[in-house]
Structure formats: C-alpha cells, structure tokens
C-alpha cells in the first residue's frame, strides 16, 4: 500500500477539523479567544546553537515546544474544576534532554526517520539493503542513536484566527543514520481550542522509509504525580501485532479478544498488566503496537484518569498505535517538577505505522518515493468529565 498522497491528505485534513469541531463543542467556544504564541530561550547547545522554546496557549490549554528534537516539554491541561496541571513527563532543562533523553525515555520527542524497532537494524529496498546502527538489543530503535529527537529543528510560526502554531523542519542528509535519500521533513504543531493538532508531512530524493511519531509521555493526574495504572483507556483497534523477546513484531495480526491486550472497553491500565501473559512479561508491561480499525481520520484512543477527570482523545489516519505504560521508567530520572519517575508513572500513546515493517510485506509499506509526499496528521483533544 503507497503512503498516503498529497490530494486525498489534503481532504483528509480538512475533515480533520470539521471533525475535530464536532467531536469538541467546547472547542467552538474558542473562537472567541485569542490563542497567543510567545518565544524564549530554552538553552544552548554545546556547539552554541541556541534552542527556543514556543509556548501556545488557549483559554484551557498551554503547550510549551523546544526546537531541539521538537519536544513537547510541558502541557497544561485543566481538570473538571478548571484546575491546570503539566499531564507530560520531561525535563525542566536542556541539559537534561540532551543528556538524558537518548538513550534514555525520548520523553515528548520527535521521532524519525523511522518510530519504533526494525529487527537487526536491517531491511531491503529495490534490492539494496541498508544496516543502519544498533541502538537496542541488537534492533534499531527509533530512528537509530542519532535520530530526529536529537536535532534542533528550524522554528516558524504560524498563526491565524483561531489557531496558533509552530512549523518545524529538518532536512535528514541522505546516508543520515545510513537511510537513503534526502528527507526534507516539517512537523507542525497547531493548538486550537482544546486540541493539539500535529501535522507531519516529508519528501525524498531517493526511494526510502519514513515512519514519524511523536514520543510524549502522559499522566493526567500531572506529571511526577504517580502511577498511571488506574487510568481508564480504551483503544479502537480488535487486533495487535505479537512481538518476539526482543519487541521485534512475529508478522501476525492477532485478536485481542480474551486477552489483557483487549481494551475496545475502557479498561484501566494495571488491571492485567501482572496477568502473566507472554507478551506482557517481554516487554515488563504493554509495549505493542495495536492494529486501528477501520481507515482515514478517525479516533484511535482514549483514556481517561478518574480523580482529575480530564479525558485525552488521540485521532490518527495512521493504521497503527504502540502503547507503552511507562514499563522502563526506573527511578533514576528526575522530571519537570523534580519529582521520581518510577515504572508505570507515565503512557506513551505513539501513532505511527507498525514498527518493522519493511520486514513485513504483510503490513501497510512506508516507502516513500521520489515525488511523493508523506503526510499524516494526529490530533489530541483534552477535556475532563
Ligand atoms: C518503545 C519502548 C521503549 C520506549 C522508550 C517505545 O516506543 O516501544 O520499547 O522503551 O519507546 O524508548
């Protein structure tokens, strides 16, 4: 299956927010605010390129960007009683992110060229086949040691009626992580109302594999709060791809159905996580990537923490969604608030293609080639209930 093109993205974009409008009421109530967008210095890089850090902010919601690995540092989001709170992990400086973040939990990052593993850094197109570095158990993990999440990105910003945003792009040198292909991306990241729209699109000079995320850690009832296992979440999807000791997927399409991997019901987090199930103990908890139903723009999670109230909804036109509950955190990271990060204090919710999957002809391709654009949108919508 091609990746998606530029005519049908672009309806599928405008959907987007005629859907997102309509799935929000509260987000109408927006017009009539004037979202703002300040800029200020985050840090310096240690070859002294210097690293801003936008803020976006609505009547409810506040988003705070770095353009080093275009990391969503911190979001506050209002509860049932209006209270805001910061619901992603990070840290409170750049230092932190640049030497802690990779390796480490790649929290709130950017993630490319390609999200998630692929089985021994190896895979094969039109008959050339590339070795990029090993960066996990002997597998490539997103993107390989030196991946978008470590760049600083060039910033723009964008505003209009009722939206502000800001435009990053990178240009990933062909041989860059040894992928071929210059790949010129853009990631842009629009705060509207209550919903943070993330909008990735990519172009190449030589045939090559993308797959982007974004790598943000959530805890709803606030970041360095505690453990995430009683939020409720619910995943559009009957199906998950199985993976082997190393994370790497085995190729099936299993059901969910009689599982703890089952959450078409709102299920919280921790109910089945210690069920002995195979596939729980290889990654020390969830760390799959489930198969979205259906196609095109459409709800793929939602997870809701009951004490605070506040509800995320994650839409994607990506066929898949890893979850991962936080299942490396160790205690040895100190976050934003300077709080502990033990296991299970945050959730990773990663819209993405199914990782490995130029090992897989089984699985959506994500070729891009020459001429083509890559382009994929996700939306998260706050609301507390
Ligand atoms: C992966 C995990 C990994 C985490 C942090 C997730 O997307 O699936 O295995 O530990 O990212 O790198």
Sequence with gaps: MPLRLTKT??????????????ALPAVTAAATSSPTITKDLFGTMPDGTKVWRYTLSDSAIRV????????????????RHGHRAN?????PKLDDYVAKNNPGPYFGALIGRYGNRIAKGTFT????????????NGNTLHGGPKG???????????????????????????????YPGTLKTAVTYTLSGKSLRLDYRATTDKATIVNLTNHSYFNLAGEG?????????????SRYTPVDSTLIPTGQLAPVAGTPMDFTKATPIGARIRDGFQQLAYGQGYDHNWVLNGSGFR??????EPTSGRVLKIYTDQPGIQFYSGNF??????GTSGRQYRQGDGFALETQHFPDSPNHSNFPSTVLRPGQTYRTSTVWSFSAR
């Design 9 to 22: 993205r672009l309806l599928g974009v405008a959907a987007l927010a005629a859907l997102v409008a309509g």
């Design 64 to 79: 705070k960007i770095i353009t080093y690995g275009g990391i969503v540092q911190q979001l506050d989001a209002p509860d």
């Design 87 to 91: 619901v992603v992990l990070g840290f």
């Design 125 to 136: 197109l039109d008959g050339t086949t590339y070795h990029l570095p090993l960066n996990n």
């Design 148 to 178: 978008f999440d470590t760049k600083v990105w060039t910033a723009t910003e964008v505003k209009s009626k009722n939206a502000v945003g800001v435009r990053l792009e990178y240009t990933s040198p062909d041989g860059d992580m040894n």
């Design 225 to 237: 709060s505690g453990g995430i296992y009683d939020h409720r979440l619910r995943l559009n999807a």
């Design 299 to 304: 709800l793929a999670a939602e997870v809701g």
């Design 329 to 334: 955190l160790d205690g040895t990271l100190y």
